[in-house]
């Protein structure tokens, strides 16, 4: 056999170290989007905007009127790991922020220009501030500024080709952007939102705060999907106090899609469950097999400590306890809600 000398290890570069590693986090422009308006969120905002240019890969700005960020935190602000949500591993437990890992603003500086304008509660004036790969650029410069915070990402991915030329060989991100701003703006009725495109007089998404709802779905998923839901509610504390409470909207039989809409909350995260999803259709497909592709709206509340947020960067995944058990009781709240409003439209029809 041919002697092979074992290749060299070398350390890499804290620069492409971190290049990669904000690669993960931001994997295409909605990502982006999604950690910055989670941050405005985070940040008691009560109105937050989205802009959009060449979805996203030109321009994304996130404009909110939270609590701002002071100014002696705009030099750390972008670099790795700096956040002012968690502190000790355990805090993860209980966390109620969306953000804790203080990485989402560094990814964007690693992979785009970053320019944050803040202001807080009592000052005259805001800041502005500039960051390249963790760093800001210059002292922060003193500028006009409303309520609040508004970040913007310039050219994302400008420094890794071949990310951006699959990006622009497919559809863009403005459609995933919408349905994003869509899904947050149902769920947080008390925050108003808007996305639209750069230059485009019209919002796609806008929505005004409320108490009801309905009316936040019927105002971001129009008419036709309002008129067609029904309240769900199911809560258990078989296990020790509340295993869980669910509230929700789910579609009737009148309802019908091409595919099925499934918009899932977590303990107020945005969360995918593909195994909730699917247990969800066949439930569908069994009771009402002609409107078989739902429109589901569902706010779910665990136990903080029966979630385990740490599972991906991105946050999208979460991993549950008991997770067969809650989506039983899921699965059967939704075919006893189908049976009960079947029944009583038969009923109906029969008179
Ligand atoms: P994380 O959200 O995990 O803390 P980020 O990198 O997303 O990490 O943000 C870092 C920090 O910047 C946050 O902890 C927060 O203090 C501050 N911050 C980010 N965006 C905003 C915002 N829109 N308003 C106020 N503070 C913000
Ligand atoms: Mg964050």
Redesign the pocket.
């Known amino acids: 056999p041919i002697f092979k000398e074992p290749p060299k290890i070398k350390r890499l570069e804290e620069s492409v170290v971190n290049r990669i590693a904000a690669g993960e986090v931001i994997q295409r422009p909605v990502s982006a989007v999604k950690?910055?308006v989670?941050?405005?969120l985070?940040?008691d905002?009560t109105s937050i905007s989205v802009v959009v240019k060449d979805g996203g890969l030109k321009l994304i700005q996130?404009s909110?009127d939270?609590?701002?960020?002071r100014y002696e935190?705009l030099p750390i602000?972008?670099e790795r790991h700096?956040?002012?949500?968690?502190c000790h591993f355990e805090d993860l437990q209980s966390i109620q922020?969306?953000?804790?890992?203080?990485?989402?603003?560094?990814?964007m500086t690693y992979v785009g220009h970053v320019t944050?304008t803040?202001i807080i509660n009592g000052q005259l004036h805001g800041y502005r501030a500039t960051y390249r790969d963790g760093v800001m650029e210059h002292e922060p410069k003193a500028c006009a500024a409303v309520k609040?915070?508004q970040?913007m990402v310039e050219n994302l991915f400008y420094n890794m080709i071949a990310r951006r030329k699959t990006l622009q060989n497919s559809a863009d991100d403005y459609p995933k952007i919408v349905d994003l701003l869509s899904r947050f703006a149902i769920h947080h009725i008390n925050v108003s939102f808007s996305c639209r495109k750069h230059g485009a007089a019209r919002a796609d998404v806008h929505s005004v705060a409320t108490s009801s709802r309905l009316d936040a779905i019927r105002s971001v998923y129009g008419v036709s999907v309002a008129r067609n839901l029904m309240k769900i509610e199911a809560s258990d504390n078989e296990l020790s106090g509340s295993l869980f409470k669910l509230e929700g909207f789910i579609s009737n039989s009148n309802y019908i899609a091409k595919k099925i809409t499934m918009v899932l909350f977590i303990n107020n995260r945005l969360v995918d469950c593909s195994a909730l999803k699917r247990a969800i259709e066949i439930v569908y497909s069994a009771t009402l097999p002609k409107a078989s592709k739902p429109f589901i709206y569902m706010s779910i509340l665990l136990p903080t400590e029966h979630v385990d947020v740490n599972v991906h960067p991105t946050k999208r995944e979460v991993s549950l306890l008991n997770q067969e058990i809650i989506i039983e009781k899921i699965q059967s709240a939704v075919e006893s809600r189908l049976r009960n409003s079947n029944e009583s439209r038969t009923f109906q029809e029969q008179k």
């Open positions: 950690e910055l989670e941050n405005s985070d940040a905002s996130v909110d939270g609590h701002g960020i935190d602000l972008c700096t956040t002012s949500k968690l922020s969306m953000g804790f890992r203080g990485e989402a603003l560094a990814s944050v803040t609040g915070t970040i």
